[in-house]
């Protein structure tokens, strides 16, 4: 059990040491190198799970000093159940010590689980004085000492990973999305033949010599600097107080869903991939029976969706959350720290977890990150879109949101032109500016279904 034996990886099959070898590595607060073993844990004793993190960060003191976390991981679907902490229903995963576990054969995971030890947190022999159990993400200040504990983060999560443009471009790639670098400038194909910057918001000089060689034959269109040429707009729905948000700043009524949906689900980092399809599928399938969004049909199906997984986990970028209600996952959110903004990209709910305001509690969730991390200066929520999705933006401008517009630069194939003004009238004014719009599927932060 000493920490000198080989590191444990994810993807490693381990199975709980039995109480008494794991009691013998204890100290009398039931502390190991400061972190506390609860009495949730030990119905888990002979039971195998397989590594799906190692821990990074350190243990800190309200006396002063800290200590690095050594040899501590996550276990797939080991959480705690709060029958030790007043029936909590946080549902935290569990930190272990790498001496409370042992490795076993990849093999052997298919094997009978060993049988539960006959133990019960009525029996756990480290309680404070006021009769509770130590939490492993709560300060011990009850203990009088310089005992430390754990502010542990598993890897991706805490400060915000920050992307270059370029690697939000593999990103955007690796989950489909059609993409062309032209003089240093990323595009994307919104529809055949028609093009927008990668991050629509973003300034540079117009020339028609450096847009795609597809636009040639449609459109391709860009925010330009002010007092440059430019021929239409292009608006923006932005949290522009990323570095000042607070829950004060919002109205009455969002203010109140926020604390509303506190009180129903808790929202944790989703960092294990395979829990992520497993819980996360059936959530968007029931999104997608509800809106119908057709640019986001593909998804649906299981191997797409998983596919599309395992991009953004292969990543390791972005930050995922997920809301619960209990052990159920009523919601996810995604979104991607590019140079100073925040890009929310993604967020999909149950129809009950809308209800009681899921969606405003994952928004002010992302918005505290984004202030928290201390670089981001905006948070970036798509362009305005058609009455298909135009709740979302309604939702957005409730709490905050403002619709930025700035000068752009459009090419238009003179044929596309005269098709777009003669037939579709409509569109063509969109793409002007005259009716701040755009179609849904040039988001790339539409896929949402925040509306309440």
Known sequence: MSSSLEKLRPGDVVEVRPWPEIRATLD???????????????????????????????????????????????????RCDGSGHNACAKACILCWKQSWLKRVDRSAVEQAIAPLLDQSPTAFPYQLADGRYRCQYEFPAALGSSVVQPK?????????????????????????????CVDGHWWRRVRACFYRPLLPFQEF???????PWAAWWGVAQH??????????????????????????ALRKKPRQQVRWAERKFVVHDLADRDEFKRQAFPVYTEFYARTQY???????????????????????????LGAYRGPQLCAVSIAQAVE?????????????????????LLLHTVRGRARDDGGITQVYAGMPKTSEAH????????????????????????ASKLLLRSLFWGQYARLRGDQNGSEPDSVSSGESSLAE
């Not at 999560?157 to 370029?166: A, C, H, K, P, Q």
């Not at 000089?205 to 847009?211: G, H, L, N």
């Open 205 to 211: 000089p117009a020339s028609s010599r450096a847009i």
């Open 152 to 180: 542990a983060r598993a890897e991706g999560t805490g400060r915000l990973y920050r992307m270059s443009v370029d690697e939000y471009a593999g990103l955007q790639q690796a989950v489909g999305e059609t993409l062309v």
């Open 223 to 248: 925010a330009v600097p002010c007092g440059q040429q430019a021929n239409s707009t292009m608006s923006f729905l932005m949290f522009i107080d990323g570095a000042d948000y607070s829950i004060d």
């Open 294 to 320: 057709y640019y986001l049909a593909g998804r649906s199906k299981r191997e797409n969706f998983d596919r599309w997984a395992d991009a953004i986990y292969d990543y390791k970028s972005s930050l995922i």
């Open 391 to 414: 709740g979302i933006d309604e939702f957005s401008m409730r709490r905050g949101c403002q619709l930025v517009t700035k000068p752009a630069f459009m090419w238009l194939n003179p």
């Open 28 to 78: 009398e607060n039931g502390l190991s190198e400061g972190l506390t073993f609860m009495p949730e844990m030990l119905k888990h004793c002979g039971q195998r799970f397989v590594v799906s993190k190692r821990i990074t960060g350190a243990y800190e003191s309200a006396f002063g000093g800290s200590q690095a976390i050594r040899d501590v991981v996550l276990l797939r679907n080991a």
């Open 340 to 360: 100073n903004t925040l890009i929310y990209s993604t967020i999909f709910a149950t129809a009950e977890g809308l209800r009681d305001h899921v969606s405003s």
